[in-house]
């Protein structure tokens, strides 16, 4: 049975080089690098698509007999909800600040 790990909302494998990452996207942000938001949604899109296959593919597996380990699935499972998560907690934030730009009155 293969596991799909989670990648990282930030380009990083674990949760050490999270910090990490967050300095580098910060100073690339002040020198002005575009595109490090839409790498950033289409990780966090790629990871729930990815996720969300694995449980489908588990919950097949699973009605034609062909699991043998339930809490696999329930990984898979509690991975793809964190992952969805994930992304409507950050849609949520970015339709904030829109709002918050739009409110502005420039």
């Keep these: ?24 996207t910060a ?13 950033i949604m289409q990780d966090v899109i790629n990871n729930v698509e990815e996720t969300e296959a694995a449980t489908k593919v588990d919950a097949y597996n699973l009605s034609i007999g062909n699991m043998d380990d339930m809490h696999t ?6 991975k793809a909800d964190v992952a969805l998560q994930t992304m409507v907690q950050l849609r949520n934030k970015v339709l904030e600040s829109y709002q918050t730009v739009m409110n502005t009155g420039l």
């Design 27 to 39: 100073a690339a942000t002040e020198t002005g690098a575009g595109g490090d938001f839409k790498n």
């Design 73 to 78: 699935m329930m990984i898979n499972t509690a």
């Design 1 to 24: 049975m293969f596991i799909v790990p989670m990648s990282s909302i930030i380009s990083g494998a674990g949760v050490g080089s999270v910090a990490g990452n967050a300095a580098q």
